[in-house]
Protein backbone atom coordinates (compact mmCIF):
# COMPACT_ATOMS: atom_id res chain seq x y z
CA UNK A 1 0.00 0.00 0.00
CA UNK A 2 1.83 3.24 -1.32
CA UNK A 3 0.45 6.80 -1.28
CA UNK A 4 2.13 8.91 -3.69
CA UNK A 5 0.96 12.64 -2.59
CA UNK A 6 1.52 15.45 -5.12
CA UNK A 7 4.07 18.07 -4.40
CA UNK A 8 1.77 21.02 -4.71
CA UNK A 9 -0.98 19.20 -2.28
CA UNK A 10 1.47 19.09 -0.05
CA UNK A 11 2.47 22.49 -0.45
CA UNK A 12 -0.62 23.97 0.34
CA UNK A 13 -1.32 21.32 3.64
CA UNK A 14 1.64 23.35 4.71
CA UNK A 15 3.95 20.39 4.70
CA UNK A 16 7.65 21.41 5.30
CA UNK A 17 10.42 19.04 3.79
CA UNK A 18 11.21 17.45 7.20
CA UNK A 19 7.62 16.99 7.36
CA UNK A 20 7.74 14.89 4.25
CA UNK A 21 10.39 12.75 5.42
CA UNK A 22 13.99 14.94 4.28
CA UNK A 23 14.30 16.05 7.79
CA UNK A 24 13.63 15.07 11.42
CA UNK A 25 10.92 12.53 11.57
CA UNK A 26 7.70 13.71 13.96
CA UNK A 27 5.47 11.06 15.26
CA UNK A 28 2.08 11.08 14.22
CA UNK A 29 0.47 11.95 17.55
CA UNK A 30 2.98 15.22 17.47
CA UNK A 31 2.39 16.66 13.98
CA UNK A 32 -1.10 18.13 12.55
CA UNK A 33 -3.00 16.28 9.90
CA UNK A 34 -3.42 17.26 6.34
CA UNK A 35 -6.57 17.97 4.91
CA UNK A 36 -7.95 14.90 4.55
CA UNK A 37 -10.19 16.52 1.61
CA UNK A 38 -7.23 16.90 -0.22
CA UNK A 39 -6.72 14.92 -3.24
CA UNK A 40 -4.37 12.71 -3.02
CA UNK A 41 -3.01 11.40 -5.86
CA UNK A 42 -4.23 7.68 -7.22
CA UNK A 43 -2.58 4.35 -6.34
CA UNK A 44 -0.11 3.42 -9.06
CA UNK A 45 0.06 -0.21 -8.59
CA UNK A 46 3.35 -0.98 -10.39
CA UNK A 47 4.70 -4.39 -11.16
CA UNK A 48 7.74 -3.62 -9.33
CA UNK A 49 5.63 -3.53 -6.06
CA UNK A 50 3.68 -6.26 -7.03
CA UNK A 51 6.69 -8.29 -7.08
CA UNK A 52 8.22 -7.15 -4.30
CA UNK A 53 5.00 -7.93 -2.12
CA UNK A 54 4.82 -11.50 -3.45
CA UNK A 55 8.94 -11.75 -2.54
CA UNK A 56 8.00 -10.72 1.01
CA UNK A 57 5.44 -13.44 1.39
CA UNK A 58 7.47 -16.09 -0.10
CA UNK A 59 10.49 -14.73 2.55
CA UNK A 60 8.43 -15.70 5.68
CA UNK A 61 6.84 -18.40 4.85
CA UNK A 62 10.04 -19.97 4.26
CA UNK A 63 11.15 -18.46 7.31
CA UNK A 64 8.35 -20.23 9.23
CA UNK A 65 8.56 -23.37 7.16
CA UNK A 66 12.75 -23.95 8.11
CA UNK A 67 11.56 -23.06 11.35
CA UNK A 68 8.87 -26.15 11.66
CA UNK A 69 11.24 -28.32 9.60
CA UNK A 70 13.27 -27.73 12.70
CA UNK A 71 10.90 -28.23 15.09
CA UNK A 72 7.89 -30.77 13.40
CA UNK A 73 6.23 -31.05 16.50
CA UNK A 74 4.38 -27.36 16.44
CA UNK A 75 1.21 -26.76 16.30
CA UNK A 76 -1.27 -27.37 13.80
CA UNK A 77 -1.33 -23.45 12.81
CA UNK A 78 1.61 -21.84 11.30
CA UNK A 79 3.04 -19.18 14.09
CA UNK A 80 4.73 -15.79 11.61
CA UNK A 81 6.57 -13.86 14.31
CA UNK A 82 6.68 -10.66 14.05
CA UNK A 83 8.97 -7.12 15.99
CA UNK A 84 7.07 -4.21 16.88
CA UNK A 85 10.11 -2.69 19.18
CA UNK A 86 10.54 -0.02 16.29
CA UNK A 87 7.04 0.80 15.70
CA UNK A 88 6.52 2.43 19.10
CA UNK A 89 3.51 4.50 17.92
CA UNK A 90 1.70 1.96 16.12
CA UNK A 91 1.69 -0.34 18.97
CA UNK A 92 -2.41 0.05 19.40
CA UNK A 93 -2.43 -0.72 15.43
CA UNK A 94 -0.29 -3.24 15.19
CA UNK A 95 -2.20 -5.07 18.04
CA UNK A 96 -5.69 -4.63 16.95
CA UNK A 97 -4.30 -5.47 13.29
CA UNK A 98 -2.73 -9.53 14.57
CA UNK A 99 -6.38 -9.57 16.43
CA UNK A 100 -8.29 -8.61 13.54
CA UNK A 101 -6.10 -10.90 10.90
CA UNK A 102 -5.71 -14.40 14.14
CA UNK A 103 -10.08 -14.21 14.26
CA UNK A 104 -10.19 -13.96 10.67
CA UNK A 105 -7.94 -17.02 9.20
CA UNK A 106 -7.22 -20.47 10.89
CA UNK A 107 -4.36 -22.20 9.10
CA UNK A 108 -1.63 -19.02 10.21
CA UNK A 109 -1.24 -17.18 13.53
CA UNK A 110 0.23 -13.90 14.33
CA UNK A 111 2.82 -13.53 17.44
CA UNK A 112 4.77 -11.11 18.77
CA UNK A 113 8.18 -11.72 19.52
CA UNK A 114 11.72 -10.02 19.33
CA UNK A 115 13.93 -13.69 19.26
CA UNK A 116 13.80 -15.23 15.87
CA UNK A 117 10.80 -12.86 14.18
CA UNK A 118 10.08 -13.72 10.54
CA UNK A 119 9.36 -9.65 10.00
CA UNK A 120 9.60 -6.70 11.35
CA UNK A 121 7.32 -3.63 12.17
CA UNK A 122 8.58 -0.28 11.64
CA UNK A 123 7.78 3.40 11.36
CA UNK A 124 9.11 6.77 9.96
CA UNK A 125 8.59 9.65 7.14
CA UNK A 126 9.25 8.10 3.65
CA UNK A 127 7.12 9.97 0.69
CA UNK A 128 6.19 6.62 -1.04
CA UNK A 129 4.03 6.31 2.07
CA UNK A 130 3.62 2.61 3.67
CA UNK A 131 4.78 -0.73 1.87
CA UNK A 132 6.36 -3.91 2.93
CA UNK A 133 10.13 -4.39 2.05
CA UNK A 134 12.16 -7.62 2.41
CA UNK A 135 15.87 -8.63 1.13
CA UNK A 136 14.60 -12.23 0.17
CA UNK A 137 16.27 -13.93 3.34
CA UNK A 138 13.15 -14.00 6.08
CA UNK A 139 14.35 -10.08 7.08
CA UNK A 140 11.46 -8.32 5.37
CA UNK A 141 9.63 -5.55 7.81
CA UNK A 142 6.50 -3.38 7.47
CA UNK A 143 6.84 0.77 7.05
CA UNK A 144 4.11 2.59 8.54
CA UNK A 145 4.48 6.59 7.13
CA UNK A 146 3.12 8.78 9.73
CA UNK A 147 1.97 11.17 7.47
CA UNK A 148 -0.21 8.85 5.60
CA UNK A 149 -1.62 7.11 9.04
CA UNK A 150 -2.84 10.52 9.76
CA UNK A 151 -4.97 10.65 6.77
CA UNK A 152 -6.55 7.23 6.31
CA UNK A 153 -7.25 4.82 9.26
CA UNK A 154 -4.46 3.72 10.61
CA UNK A 155 -5.52 0.73 11.64
CA UNK A 156 -6.89 -0.24 8.28
CA UNK A 157 -3.16 0.49 6.67
CA UNK A 158 -1.73 -1.53 9.42
CA UNK A 159 -3.89 -4.70 8.62
CA UNK A 160 -3.30 -3.85 4.74
CA UNK A 161 0.11 -4.17 4.54
CA UNK A 162 0.26 -7.38 7.27
CA UNK A 163 -1.82 -8.59 4.48
CA UNK A 164 0.82 -8.65 1.91
CA UNK A 165 3.34 -10.46 4.69
CA UNK A 166 0.26 -13.32 4.41
CA UNK A 167 0.40 -13.59 0.56
CA UNK A 168 -2.39 -10.69 -0.62
CA UNK A 169 -1.61 -8.69 -2.99
CA UNK A 170 -3.00 -5.12 -3.91
CA UNK A 171 -6.44 -4.17 -5.41
CA UNK A 172 -6.54 -0.59 -5.42
CA UNK A 173 -10.11 -0.69 -7.54
CA UNK A 174 -12.06 -2.95 -5.01
CA UNK A 175 -14.52 -1.68 -2.34
CA UNK A 176 -13.93 -0.64 1.09
CA UNK A 177 -14.98 -3.77 1.99
CA UNK A 178 -12.07 -5.10 0.31
CA UNK A 179 -9.15 -4.94 2.96
CA UNK A 180 -6.26 -5.07 -0.04
CA UNK A 181 -8.06 -2.13 -1.52
CA UNK A 182 -6.11 0.32 0.41
CA UNK A 183 -6.27 3.32 -0.40
CA UNK A 184 -8.62 3.21 -3.12
CA UNK A 185 -11.94 4.06 -1.63
CA UNK A 186 -10.29 7.21 -0.26
CA UNK A 187 -9.94 8.11 3.43
CA UNK A 188 -13.48 7.48 4.77
CA UNK A 189 -13.31 4.15 4.52
CA UNK A 190 -12.40 2.59 7.96
CA UNK A 191 -12.81 -0.87 7.66
CA UNK A 192 -10.07 -3.05 8.62
CA UNK A 193 -10.96 -6.67 8.41
CA UNK A 194 -10.48 -8.93 5.14
CA UNK A 195 -13.55 -9.90 3.37
CA UNK A 196 -14.90 -13.52 3.05
CA UNK A 197 -12.64 -14.30 0.04
CA UNK A 198 -9.54 -12.70 1.31
CA UNK A 199 -9.85 -14.75 4.56
CA UNK A 200 -10.24 -18.13 2.41
CA UNK A 201 -7.24 -16.69 -0.01
CA UNK A 202 -4.84 -16.72 3.31
CA UNK A 203 -6.08 -19.80 4.44
CA UNK A 204 -5.23 -21.56 1.02
CA UNK A 205 -2.18 -20.34 0.87
CA UNK A 206 -1.19 -21.23 4.46
CA UNK A 207 -2.32 -24.86 3.78
CA UNK A 208 -0.73 -25.87 0.06
CA UNK A 209 1.37 -23.44 -0.24
CA UNK A 210 2.99 -23.99 3.54
CA UNK A 211 3.28 -27.75 2.41
CA UNK A 212 5.36 -27.02 -0.70
CA UNK A 213 7.82 -24.88 1.53
CA UNK A 214 7.75 -27.68 4.07
CA UNK A 215 8.67 -30.26 1.84
CA UNK A 216 11.63 -27.96 0.58
CA UNK A 217 12.73 -27.15 4.15
CA UNK A 218 12.81 -30.91 5.17
CA UNK A 219 14.41 -31.70 2.40
CA UNK A 220 17.05 -29.28 2.63
CA UNK A 221 17.90 -30.00 6.05
CA UNK A 222 18.24 -33.59 4.71
CA UNK A 223 21.39 -33.18 2.64
Known amino acids: MRMRMPLSVLTAAGLSLTALGLGTAVPASAAEAPDAGAAFAAYAGSSEEAAANRAFFEAVLKSAAEKRAADPTSAAAVTVVYNASQAPTFATQIARSTQI ?26 PRGSYASTDGHGRGYIFLDYRQNQVYNSTRVTAHET ?61
Open 101 to 126: WNSSVSNVRLQAGTSGADFSYREGND
Open 163 to 223: GHVLGLPDHYSGPCSELMSGGGPGPSCTNATPNAAERSRVNQLWANGFAAALDKALQKSAR
